[in-house]
């Protein structure tokens, strides 16, 4: 399900970039590499799915 894929990686990237801000760590860039191709390509699928919700947010507002 898409809606559930895009929920958990919303979700994920929300606690990744807290523990980055309150202790420092990337769980991204600690378990594939800072500057990975596997890290980029993770970043890339967090960014659609991003735009993803974004967008279903948006249309969402509009149909009201």
């Known amino acids: 399900n898409v809606k559930t894929l895009v929920g958990w990686s919303v979700a994920l ?20 590499g800072a500057g990975s191709l596997l890290t980029k390509v993770v970043y890339g699928l967090i960014g659609v799915a991003g735009l993803y919700k974004v967008y279903h947010l ?6 009201k």
């Open 58 to 63: 948006a249309m969402g507002k509009k149909k």
């Open 13 to 32: 990237s929300a606690v990744n970039v807290g523990l980055s801000a309150v202790i420092g760590v990337n769980l991204v860039d600690a378990i594939f």
